[in-house]
């Protein structure tokens, strides 16, 4: 487990830096549920929380309730202590779409974001489906980095006044950890092809080439995330530099369509899906 926490963690990402800073402490102090010991117990959702994407229905909208840390091919165990699998994120959203009973759908986020890999996927799926539905996401608490590039091509975006939106960013953390290995009094060299071949790993120097190479990758992942942002929203360059805005800051620099409770998102929606409006979440 602690092995898969540090090949994600040097992973193009986009998510919240201090957000990304507590997961990597809190996730490498778990347990390994793997390594024995027992269970969880009957009462592991009362310790750990609801499932990272779960969805209910509520008339003719499904809400679909997305909390936690964006990845992609997440084992089941992570996706029940906090982690987005963005593949069944997509698989929740084209069953929605294609439920005859659905007339709308209501995705409520919280999440810092997270990892680059399958979140351009994931994200032209919502704004495909708002295509086919109305779709409209509701931010709780934070909609930041790659949960804003899922959430931009919905058909409206609502948001808590408490809420913190934004972070439009992609970094990747280059470890160095020559000092660990000097302490150990050792030294590492790589036998390799190719300059680029190797970056990266640990007790190695990060060259200029392999650091220019890394920043090429993270421009490429930032232009494909502002290029779909501007597909779908109105917001200005300046406000893409990875900054997080309270709502009715986000709200007057374009990433909102307004501010409202996840009641307010259930009930536009059922406005734009035509149906008739139950009881409130």
């Not at 997270?114 to 919502?126: F, Y």
């Not at 899922?150 to 160095?176: C, F, N």
């Not at 060259?207 to 200005?236: C, G, L, P, W």
Request: proline letters at 5%; glycine letters at 10%; one cysteine or more.
């Amino acid at each position: 487990m602690k092995r898969r926490v540090f090949d994600w963690a040097g992973q193009p990402m986009a998510i919240t830096e201090s957000a990304f800073r507590s997961l990597v402490a809190k996730v490498a102090s778990m347990p390994d549920p793997l390594a024995g010991g027992e269970s969880p117990s009957a009462n592991w959702e009362d310790f750990v929380g609801p499932a990272a994407v779960r969805d209910e229905s509520l008339g003719s909208v499904r809400i679909i309730h997305v909390s936690g840390v964006i990845d992609r091919f997440v084992p089941k165990f992570w996706r029940e202590v906090g982690f987005v699998d963005v593949e069944f994120l997509s698989e929740r959203i084209r069953a929605a779409v294609g439920d005859e009973t659905v007339e709308s759908i209501v995705l409520e986020m919280n999440t810092p974001g997270g990892c680059v890999w399958g979140t351009p996927e994931a994200a032209n799926v919502i704004a495909d489906a708002s295509m086919a539905k109305p779709l409209v996401v509701h931010a709780s608490n934070l909609l930041a980095s790659a949960g804003y590039w899922l959430a931009a091509g919905a058909s409206a975006i609502l948001a808590d006044p408490s809420s913190e939106i934004g972070s439009i960013g992609v970094y990747t953390p280059l470890w160095d950890f020559r000092g660990f290995y000097e302490e150990l009094g050792m030294k590492v060299e790589l036998a390799k092809t190719g300059d680029l071949k190797g970056a990266g790993y640990p007790g190695t120097e990060w060259t200029e080439e392999q650091k220019a190479h890394e920043q090429e990758v993270v421009n490429d992942y930032f232009m494909a995330f502002k290029s779909h942002i501007k597909a779908h929203r109105d917001i200005a360059d300046d406000c893409m530099t990875g900054g997080c805005y309270v709502a009715a800051r986000a709200l007057a620099n374009g990433f909102l369509d307004s501010l409202g409770s996840l009641a307010d998102a259930v009930a536009l929606a059922t406005d734009l899906g035509g149906g008739v409006k139950q009881n409130e979440p």
